[in-house]
């Protein structure tokens, strides 16, 4: 009896990889739509009823600080994958197809060692609200789920770099 081992190639597994982590950058980014929405909402309904009513919703500046962290965060990942950032390449593209693509494969490395920072400076800051059990003052309400927006918006951020570098890299590879 003899069994039969496929092996799948290297470029088979990245491409299933890379599938995964940009199907989870578009749901965190549908997330972010969701937040603007009720963070839209929210603020409609707390001016009419401040203007109209004289009856604000408390705790409406807090929310929205905390979710316009979550619509910004959140997305990063997807902006990413659709070059959606400001770019400043008005002299890169000048420069021959190899220096350019070696430009912004450096230019890729630093954005990535600067995420991973990030990514982890606020993952501290998110355990170190979680250990003292942070609440927003004027709705007791807890608020430690909202101070993980940066670190998921960053860590698929991170994923989407690494992407782009071993993209950029092999294609710097074949120019060369």
């Known amino acids: 009896m003899s069994v039969e081992v ?10 299933k ?3 995964g982590i940009r199907y989870t950058g578009t749901a965190l980014l549908y997330c972010s739509i969701f937040l603007f929405v009720v963070l839209m909402l929210l603020d409609t ?4 009823g401040r203007y109209v009513f004289d009856s604000p919703i408390i705790g409406t500046m807090e929310i929205s600080q905390v979710l316009m962290g979550g619509v910004v965060m959140l997305g990063w990942a997807y902006t990413q994958h659709q070059n959606g950032h400001v770019n400043v390449d008005m002299f890169i593209n000048r420069y021959p197809p190899r220096a350019r693509t070696s430009v912004y494969l ?10 991973i920072a990030i ?3 606020s ?11 942070r609440v927003f003052p004027t709705l007791r309400v807890t608020s430690v789920p909202f101070y993980f927006f940066v670190p998921a918006g960053g860590f698929f951020m991170c994923l989407e770099l690494i992407i782009q570098i071993v993209k950029q890299a092999s294609a710097l ?3 060369g």
Not at 107 to 114: E, N, P, Y
Request: hydrophobic residues 50%.
């Open 45 to 48: 309904v707390d001016v009419v």
């Open 6 to 15: 496929t092996i799948t190639p290297p470029a088979t597994i990245f491409s």
């Open 17 to 19: 990889i890379e599938k």
């Open 123 to 133: 993952s501290i800051l998110g355990m170190q609200h979680w250990a003292s059990h």
């Open 106 to 115: 450096i230019m890729l490395i630093l954005s990535l060692v600067l995420f």
């Open 119 to 121: 990514t982890y400076q």
């Open 173 to 175: 590879r074949r120019r």
